[in-house]
Nanobody
């Protein structure tokens, strides 16, 4: 079984910074794309940022230039550095990972794994 455990959320003033971490553990042979999503009250969950195993990244327009996603493949961990935070960044942030299964001969696709979510609140 695979688990994603997030940390680093909290309360921060506008203009402040936070760093989220998400560590994957369990039966893992390979991790493809990892990403961060967020869901604000009354809104749909949206992609914030994603990073492939090779390091290619993409960001939501609303966070470009302020957030940076990175990963440590040796630690099966993905990070989200959030700078210049705004009140509209307030949401529950979820880690997501595409982790294929392995049957001893080949990889096969599985449903994405999700973390439990961590609250980020930007308020004065």
């Amino acid at each position: 079984q695979v688990q994603l455990v997030e940390s680093g959320g909290g309360l921060v003033q506008p203009g402040g910074s936070l760093r989220l971490s998400c560590a994957a553990s369990g039966s893992i042979f390979r991790i493809n794309t990892m990403g961060w999503y967020r869901q604000a009250p009354g809104k749909q969950r949206e992609l914030v940022a994603a990073i492939t195993s090779g390091g290619s990244t993409n960001y939501a327009d609303s966070v470009k230039g302020r957030f940076t996603i990175s990963r440590d493949n040796a630690k099966n961990t993905v990070y989200l550095q959030m700078n210049s935070l705004k009140p509209e960044d307030t949401a529950v942030y979820y880690c997501n990972a595409d982790i294929p299964g392995y049957n001893g001969k080949s990889y096969y696709p599985q449903a994405d794994y999700w973390g439990q979510g961590t609250q980020v609140t930007v308020s004065s």
